[in-house]
Nanobody
Framework: QVQLVESGGGLVQAGGSLRLSCAAS????????MGWFRRAPGKEREFVAT????????SYGDSVKGRFTISRDNAKNTVYLQMNSLQPEDTAVYYC????????????????WGQGTQVTVSS
């Protein structure tokens, strides 16, 4: 069992930055690939980024590539999402996800979800 708790969301102006954190419980954190998804109002949940258990491999959704960076610290059981050049279309609830499937991009591949943190970007 893994529990995930996100933090770092908030309100930011367009062009600004935020860093999300996801703290995981349990001693098996490094067994999981970790990722971030988001759900904008009225839309389906969307893949944002994923990172392998070792941190060596990352991949991103097309809409955030070049602006967002995912990283992890296995010693702290934490995964991060650095978000730069934020735009109003990035407004969404951001969810942390843990998976045993490499390069998880689909919701059905996720084993554990966090409760979500709201990010709002004003124009």
């Amino acid at each position: 069992q893994v529990q995930l708790v996100e933090s770092g969301g908030g309100l930011v102006q367009a062009g600004g930055s935020l860093r999300l954190s996801c703290a995981a419980s349990g001693r098996t954190f490094r067994s999981y690939d970790m990722g971030w998804f988001r759900r904008a109002p009225g839309k389906e949940r969307e893949f944002v980024a994923t990172i392998s258990w070792s941190g060596r491999r990352t991949s991103y959704g097309d809409s955030v590539k070049g602006r967002f960076t995912i990283s992890r610290d296995n010693a702290k059981n934490t995964v991060y999402l650095q978000m730069n050049s934020l735009q109003p279309e990035d407004t969404a609830v951001y969810y942390c996800a843990a998976s045993t499937t490499p390069d998880t991009r689909e919701e059905y591949e996720v084993a554990y979800w966090g409760q979500g943190t709201q990010v709002t970007v004003s124009s």
